[in-house]
């Protein structure tokens, strides 16, 4: 019924519900994350961009069968599509962000200009992961409850309800200290720093990393183009 207008719905649910959660149910109260609201929602919009196109590529084959078997498709342009639609969502979304921006009087700095910089890479990376995972689910039917539940992991394992410098653990113990690893490995934690920077904190971002995420995010789009391209002969049979 509300059509269009679920682009601006959605992210902001979400928002509430988080907000409430993490400001009433389990407070969070440390001072380099107020206001929470905003610091939240810098980075759960991106993450909901990624998420969603990685969600909705596990499928996008299978559901586009009729489009391949009896046509000649380019079939890569299902798993890209979708990405750059949850990437428009993603752009309809920042209203919202500028919303709270000027509702928390928080000023906006020079280095907003690099804003669509990180967009850029999260894109690259996007698609690197989306293509991959949609030709390996034709065959792997299983991939998409997998990736599901992997995805909420890899939600608690990015620095998106906390800020990356929640590493600095006071307790030492063998789970924190895999957990230090894992962020600090994890692409995505750079580059949600990266919109926390520009966006929330008005600061230059972390160039070193956002450079080595950049050709990580290469890398991936090349190595899902190249399984993709091996597997598009197979996927008329399997779908």
Known sequence: MLGFFWSFFNPLLLLIVYTIV?????????????????????????????????????NVIVSG?????????PAEVLPVVSVLANMIHFLLGTPILVLFMIIYKVPVTPY?????????IQLILTLGFSLLISSLSVHFRDLRDILSNLL????????????????????ENF????????????????VMDGY????????????????????????????????FDRLRDTFAEEV
């Open 175 to 190: 789970i924190s200290e895999l957990f230090r690893r894992v962020l600090y490995i994890n692409p995505l934690s750079y």
């Open 152 to 171: 909420t992991l890899w939600f608690f394992s990015t620095p998106i309800i906390y800020p990356l410098t929640f590493t600095t653990l006071h307790n």
């Open 65 to 73: 069968g009729n489009l391949i078997k009896k046509i000649i498709f």
């Open 196 to 227: 926390h920077q520009v966006i929330f904190y008005g600061k230059m971002p972390d160039w070193r990393h956002l450079l080595l995420v950049f050709a990580g995010s290469l890398l991936c789009f090349l190595v899902g183009y190249f399984v």
């Open 112 to 120: 907003a200009i690099f804003f669509p910089v990180i967009i850029f």
């Open 22 to 58: 993490f400001n009433y149910i389990l407070p969070n109260r440390a001072l380099e994350t107020q206001p929470y609201s905003l610091f939240l929602f810098c980075g759960l919009l991106p993450w909901t961009w990624f998420s969603s196109s990685l969600l909705e590529a596990s």
